[in-house]
């Protein structure tokens, strides 16, 4: 995956709690067996609504997307932040994620950044107000600094950052581990149903 | 102090342990494949020069997008039909047994594992499917997990992991009448809101859990994603290992497991991060009104108005929740007309769901005008449905009676609401769009469609009969 250092960019809003990744990638769009391409289908049933502005030309480039609490709960599909990284978005600031969206987004280059409540409401304030204002996050530093200029740190594990700083597969990195598996297999697996009897 | 049964199971699964520097590296016993969240798993396997670490511990099913009529025919979407052929090729490239289409075993993933014996007390679980914590019913750590990490899973039949935080939420008091696993688990998620367990494994304790079948269970762990958490658990006891014993991949010496699986249950004195207490007598049925499974109320009460909020947040979503939903707010529960039922999915597509439904529909015919489906979780509950002769009981009362698959749930398949019908659904989520455009969803337990179906209106299955007798 591309590594993720410093974003500087126009912040786009999606002024809401709970977005669940049914919005963010509906099912019709979960038939295509290849990973790229679903940018154009982002939030496709909402495109008519009033509240949605991602489609505004004030927010086109942004890569950062600032959302309500409990951002991208529901299905696993991990379509949904492929559509937004398709979309053109490396960044998705939000009060709270849901885990197994959180994971998926970290697994594809893609930073979620946890903000305090009343920071998410600034940042919203400022996009909607000032449609085109931009900011900064820094994934090396930990830090985002707001449109009004200030800087506020955000917490991210260690391991995820270093994996998202370098672009560095997961897969490879558990690989280099392969002897510790071998010997878990060897040692410590516990007996369980073997599903190639039914071949 | 005591051990957790989750902290039991993360520690014999820990290939390498976590700390300050990194996740640990956990061992995955069981690996379940469905369509849609594998192909591009796959496509990175053979990219990278990889390939499947441990086949005989994965299994797929082609479950999302199978039609549930007229399979003869095959699969007339194109794209639906192309996603499902990959499937079957890339588990006969690797070795992976598959159930598609014309499988008596085919299902729902996480129907079939559950009753071809496969899941079992004290196993990691995972699948490409929120809804994996259906697994946890039985004392296994099971989870949902994204593509690149089935794609991790294949290759290397472990996952990198954090240590989740834990959680009891212990149901007190006895079930009552007409209060079954479904109202449990919603009126738990409408206590603590759909966020209320993030990050945190769930376990589900109390005599109301205890007193379950596994059928119940299932339907509450299945639903611990709906409350935002990574997994729930249910303590194994003699009503699980009943269950197991018998069933196809059931161990071979199974007193000696069963020696193993006693020791899974959390000590006496074991803490939890957080506790939640659910008052259970005080329960009614539950039905969610609005667009998350959070948004749940009574059967005997009222759709809420934003004004009832004093969060401005919470107003906000609950008044647009009311105009997805063509609500004014305020109206009785009971007052709410209804054109389809879907009586099937992961959450309430087993035996014991089907039979709790015929049994209300039993005598009474479809409300003139309305569409119910009845779609089982698998081909097996389906076989055994019809061998109970239920399938006539649903056919004779105008119930369509379909093959398996999760249809309706989310309409994936040719199974979908039109812009502005309203349901009564046994499924997992009332999310807008969730099944088909425009689409209203009001989740329910299996009865409680039951009763819908016939009176045309959501109801209370407790009175039902009576106030048909009266109209």
Known sequence: MEPITIVTSTVAPMDRADVDTDQIIPKQFLKRIERSGFGEFLFFDWREEDFYLLDRPEYAGARILVAGRNFGCGSSREHAPWALQDHGFDVVIAPSFADIFRTNCTKIGMLPVILPDDDVRAIIGAALDQPGIGMTVDLGESVVVLPDGRSVEFHIEDAVRDRLLNGWDDIGLTLL??????????????????????? | MGTTLFRKVWDLHEVVPGGPAGPAILYIDLHLVHEVTSAQAFDGLRLAGRTVRRPDRTLATADHNVPTIHRERGIEDELSRLQVEAL???ANEFGIPVFSLSSPRQGIVHVIGPELGFTQPGMTIVCGDSHTSTHGAFGALAFGIGTSEVEHVLATQTLPQAMPRTMRITFEGDLPRGVVAKDLILGAIGQMGVAGAQGHVVEYAGPAIRGLTMEGRMTVCNMSIEGGARAGMVAPDDTTFEYVEGRMAAPADFAAAVDRWRDLPSDPDAEFDREMLVDVPSLAPQVTWGTTPGMVAPITG?????????????????????????????????????????????????????????????????????????????????????????????????????????SMCLGMNPDILQPGERSASTSNRNFEGRQGKGGRTHLVSPAMAAAAAITGHLVDVRTFDAALAGA
């Open chain 1, 177 to 199: 581990q392969s002897e510790e598996i071998d010997a878990y297999e060897n040692s410590r697996e516990r007996e369980g149903p073997v599903t190639t009897t039914l071949l």
């Open chain 2, 88 to 90: 079957e090729r890339n």
């Open chain 2, 302 to 406: 009222r759709v809420p108005t934003p004004e009832q909020y004093d969060d401005p947040t919470d107003q906000e979503a609950v008044r647009r929740a009311l105009e997805y939903m063509g609500l004014r707010g305020g109206e009785a529960m009971e007052d709410i007309a209804i054109d389809t039922v879907f009586l099937g999915s992961c959450t309430n597509g087993r035996i014991e769901d089907l039979r709790a439904a015929a049994e209300v529909v039993r005598g009474h015919s479809v409300k003139d005008g309305l569409r119910a489906m009845v779609v089982p979780g698998s081909m097996a509950v389906k076989a055994q449905a019809e061998e109970e002769g239920l399938d006539i009981v649903f056919s004779e009362a105008g119930f369509e009676w379909r093959d398996a698959g999760c």
